[in-house]
Every structure is written in C-alpha cells, then in structure tokens.
C-alpha cells in the first residue's frame, strides 16, 4: 500500500522560504509521478507542480512560475516542493500526489492523474 507524508508546513513572512517535503513508503519513488497541489479557505483543489517519473520532467502552474521548484531524491524516497518569494496568496493546505501512470504533460494538472494523496500541510503566509 502506496502512503504519502507531508511534512514541512508553517507560519512565514512574505517574501520567505520553505522546503515541504512528500516521504513515500510501499512503491518505489522513480515508479511514480508526483505533484503537489494546494487549497486554500472556500476554494477548489488547485494544482501547483509535477514532476513525471519519465526523464524527471517538470511543470507548474503560472501562478507559481519562477519561485516553486519540485524535486525528488530517489535514495529518500522522497519528493519535495521548494518555495521561495512567498505570497499571502500562496496560503493554503499542500497536498502532495502520485501516480503510477504515465501521463502526457498536459493531464498533470488533473487530480484524477493520481491514485495516491498524502493528508495536507499547512502553510500561511502572513505579515
């Protein structure tokens, strides 16, 4: 059985950084897409970064262009979500995905692309 641990989350200024962090257990990490989503009070689930298990090719969401970088180590088994120059607007839970299929580039944005969730960390972004 396939399990995800966020881990990483908190209260940070704007214009801080974090590094959350995705530990998986039961499948092998280079078997897996993975990709970090987020949701924020009232709204919908939205996506924010991927990465394919194929060629370790990224993606992410124009809203977070330029400042997200998503990453694994294979050795942890383990995949990360580096954020840098904060937002308030950045406040939300993060969850993070996988997927054992291989999607095309343009499908990693859709929540029915993973089979796996981990349970959310919370970050605030916050003067």
């Known amino acids: 059985q396939v399990q995800l641990v966020e881990s990483g989350g908190g209260l940070l200024l704007p214009g801080g950084s974090l590094r959350l962090s995705c530990a998986i257990s039961?499948?092998?990490?280079?078997?897996?897409?993975m990709a970090w989503f987020r949701q924020a009070p009232g709204k919908e689930r939205e996506f924010v970064a991927a990465?394919?298990?194929?060629?370790?090719?990224?993606t992410a969401a124009d809203s977070v262009k330029g400042r997200f970088t998503v990453s694994r180590d294979n050795a942890k088994n383990t995949a990360y979500l580096q954020m840098n120059y904060l937002k308030p607007e950045d406040t939300a839970v993060y969850y993070c995905?996988?997927?054992?299929?291989?999607?095309?580039?343009?499908?990693?944005?859709?929540?029915?692309?993973?089979?796996?969730w981990g349970q959310g960390t919370q970050v605030t972004v916050s003067s």
């Open positions: 990465l394919k298990r194929a060629f370790g090719t990224t």
């Open positions: 995905a996988a997927g054992t299929g291989s999607p095309i580039t343009s499908s990693l944005r859709y929540l029915s692309t993973y089979e796996y």
């Open positions: 039961g499948r092998t990490l280079s078997t897996l897409t």
